[in-house]
């Protein structure tokens, strides 16, 4: 049969873990004041979970100094996109507006030089802050060779004499684009008019890094 030491020494943990009942509380804490060689057992127990207890705090706070490190460089990274985002928008747009401001108004081979003042005044009186860029057939073939870079001799065969390069207007305005379109659209001379401002500001950006 047990003696008390042993009866007590099974309570121990239960008893510092405060789960007893009150009998039995009763019992291990008399047999306490007795009993060095049990009370030394209850100190040795209460160092081991002391001991537990500070390893789980540790275990605890690196597990949440862990969580916020990993959400940090989740915020940090979805910033990262945003801005980068944010910044290619930026660039999209700001080259949106600027070619989207312009038009070209390529010119039937026969106009005659009146015809082209008289749209270029047309122009003029119906803009702001206009900037006017008569391109002749002979330069607009020489630009288009140009942009070729390499493949240019392609268009060996092609001289003043048989150019297929319509002369243009160029323009650059600060005005309503479709304003200038409709007040010289139906002016002699004209054959066809280019504008920018329903096109994908997107892939007009795309075009313009393919063209560097």
């Known amino acids: ?85 944010v910044l290619f928008n930026i660039q999209v747009y700001n080259n949106y507006n600027e070619i989207s401001s312009t038009m070209e108004v390529y010119l039937k081979d026969d106009i005659t030089q009146q015809e082209i003042e008289n749209i270029k005044s047309k122009i003029i009186e119906k803009s702001d802050n206009t900037e006017l860029e008569f391109v002749s057939k002979e330069k607009a073939l020489e630009r288009f060779k140009n942009n070729l870079g390499e493949n240019e001799n392609l268009l060996n065969g092609f001289n003043n004499q048989n150019n297929p390069i319509p002369a243009a207007i160029e323009i650059k305005t600060d005005t309503k684009i479709q304003i200038i379109v409709e007040s010289i659209q139906d002016m002699p001379g004209i054959a066809h008019i280019t504008t920018h401002i329903n096109s994908n500001p997107y892939e007009l950006y795309i075009q313009r890094i393919l063209k560097k």
């Open 1 to 85: 049969m047990k003696n008390e030491c042993d009866i007590v020494g099974d309570l121990l943990f239960s008893y510092n873990d405060g789960i007893l009942s009150n009998t039995s509380k009763e019992l291990v804490e008399e047999h306490l004041k007795k009993c060095d060689k049990c009370k030394k057992i209850l100190e040795e127990i209460k160092k081991e979970n002391d001991e537990k207890n500070q390893v789980k705090e540790i275990d605890f706070f690196k597990s949440i100094k862990k969580n916020i490190k990993k959400k940090n460089i989740i915020i940090l990274v979805v910033f990262i996109i945003l801005m980068i985002v």
